[in-house]
């Protein structure tokens, strides 16, 4: 018997955010991903910034936002290598670190093209783009249409 | 306002269940009225049930109304669902205790579990990315707490010298404190020499440093202070004070990973709302998802000083006979980790503390704590239960 669940089983997940300006009121972060740029928001009333970027300030409430650039390298802080229970989707072993992007941010991120033992504290990384699964959208009668998506994580340098 | 006492409490098996989410609630349901005869379910009013996977592992929304027609309660004020992940069950816990303060609902059953294990058994590792911020750290591959843990561990052992083995030691103790929980996941004494050569998970977390995925529920019935005497034979348990707060939840901005300054805060409002103080704490069940992250509750929940986390262990400040024992029941390391469940199992110990009909007693225990931490360490929740209300 032919069945709906068969090799999809309750365990579809999609682990990506829905990047496109359909779907996303800061689909420009991920446009300028595609430029190699990491960007977020800052608000034009208050000046504060915020990661991860918004549609509207957290200090002052303002809607007045303007996109700013991040420093894309930075410096590893504290290195974690995941060899057991590595989700679906993922290499193993799972390299994270905190990185210090610059005084600007710290960030717990995916660090890529890395085996066990290779990244140090003080390691300069940088930021790397990558396509993920794209999304599939219903189009119309019946058309899929394939929408493609990035995310980021960092690099070695 | 009212008083509020806790007047029952039980739970299911823990562990992996050959049985369904409502399986399992009707266990912790059974075991919570069996704990109290003198409550039924058609003396209560009120219903909180708390499930964070309900949707993802059992397909089902709306378990309130669903839970209370299996146990046969018909509540009249009060039907909902509560979700704060790893602290769902101390949440349904503080607001069933608010709505009785104000005279909202008499008698209240808050019960809480989860069903994580499901036919594909590689799942539960991937459906974990929904437990963290899903755009940005979940795309990360985080979602499974131990990078974040061992980034935790790595941080304090470098900042105050804590060691693998005082963390090891958690897990010693632990295990050996729910080695005769008969509702508990794991029922095995390990020793140091194990626990230090166990196979890494993420470096420094090993083995039985992490807690396991598990299925359960567990159930207390809470009850403003006058029906409790008549609801109760045994000694009332109160809840004196309880607090959440929390400061951050994306990764980026968790601003120190070794001081919980959102645990401090929980706390202090909870000790202030109590009118005790961390040294009046008799029996403390905290959140040990990790080994290291008793060693810090130790420290941010007022029990030591900071930094002083890994001593308090190793002296034997935390077990029977120390200072302040905690997770007498074996905790998450033993018990297991149904995220709606573990606060309400976390109550049930205290409250069995308190009466003095724990399976490993405090003696004398007046004052007891539980905690939770919840997500990316995102959120704590305190509570404080005491024999007295002065
Ligand atoms: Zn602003």
């Known amino acids: ?157 | 306002m009212r008083n509020v006492c806790v007047i029952a409490g039980g739970q299911s098996i823990w562990g992996v269940r050959k049985a369904t989410q409502r399986d399992i609630f009707q266990e912790a349901g059974k075991a919570c009225f069996q704990d109290n005869p003198a409550v039924s379910n058609k003396d209560i009013d009120g219903i909180i049930v708390g499930s964070a996977y309900t949707e993802r592992c059992s397909f089902q929304t709306h378990l309130a109304p669903l839970v209370a027609e299996y146990l046969g309660i018909q509540p009249k004020n009060l039907c909902v669902r509560v979700e704060l992940l790893c602290a769902t069950g101390s949440s349904g816990i503080i607001l069933a205790c608010a709505m009785i303060k104000s005279g909202q609902a008499d008698v209240v059953m808050v019960v809480g579990g989860e069903k994580l294990y499901t036919p594909q058994r590689w799942e539960i590792n991937y459906s974990e990315l929904a437990s963290v911020d899903h755009d940005w750290d979940s795309s990360m591959g985080l979602g499974l707490p131990p990078p974040v843990f061992a980034a935790v561990a790595k941080q304090h052992m470098k900042l105050y010298g804590t060691t693998e083995e005082q963390m090891a030691m958690v897990s010693v103790k632990n295990r050996r404190n729910g080695l005769n929980n008969p509702k508990g996941q794991f029922r095995e004494e390990i020793n140091l020499e194990t626990a230090i050569n166990a196979k890494a998970i993420v470096p420094p977390m090993k083995l039985y440093d992490c807690c396991p995925v598990t299925d359960g529920a567990a159930a207390v019935i809470l009850a403003a202070e006058e029906k409790a005497k008549y609801l109760t034979d045994k000694p009332l348990v109160y809840i004196r004070g309880t607090a959440q707060a929390s400061l951050h939840n994306m990764s980026a901005n968790f601003s120190n990973w070794t001081t919980w300054e959102s645990l401090r805060i929980a706390a202090r409002q909870a000790y202030t709302k109590a009118r005790v103080t961390a040294g009046d704490i008799n029996v403390a069940q905290t959140h040990d998802c990790f080994t290291i992250s008793e060693i810090i509750e130790y420290e941010d929940l007022g029990f030591c000083e900071k930094g002083e986390g890994g001593y308090f262990i190793q002296e034997g400040k935390s077990d029977f006979g120390g200072q302040v024992p905690v997770n007498t029941d074996g905790g998450l390391l033993s018990c297991g980790h149904p995220f709606g469940a573990t606060g309400i199992r976390q109550g049930i110990e205290i409250m069995r503390q308190l009466r003095g009909d724990a399976v490993k007693q405090v003696e004398g225990a007046r004052i007891g704590l539980t905690h939770n931490l919840s997500g990316f360490i995102a959120a704590h929740t305190v509570l404080i239960y005491g024999r007295d209300l002065e």
Not at chain 1, 29 to 46: M, N, S, W
Not at chain 1, 58 to 64: I, Q, W
Not at chain 1, 111 to 132: A, H, N, S, Y
């Open chain 1, 1 to 157: 018997m032919n069945s709906a669940l068969e090799g999809k089983y309750a365990v579809t997940m999609d682990m990506y955010p829905l990047e496109s300006s359909d779907f996303n009121r800061i689909h420009p972060f991920y446009d300028h991903l595609k430029e190699g740029r990491l960007t977020t928001t800052r608000c034009r009333d208050c000046g504060k910034k915020s990661f991860p970027p918004r549609v509207m300030c957290p200090h002052c409430m303002s809607e007045n936002l303007e996109w700013a650039d991040l420093p894309v390298t930075g410096t590893v802080l504290v290195v974690t290598e995941e060899e057991v229970g590595v989700p679906v989707g993922f290499e193993t072993p799972l390299i994270h670190a905190l990185i210090d992007l610059s005084g600007e941010l710290s960030l717990f991120a995916r660090i890529r093209g890395c085996k066990t033992g290779e990244l140090k504290e003080g390691d300069q990384v940088k930021l790397t783009v990558f396509p993920v699964d794209p999304l599939p959208v219903d189009g119309k009668k019946g058309v899929v249409i394939l929408q493609e998506r990035v995310f980021f994580a960092f690099e070695k340098l």
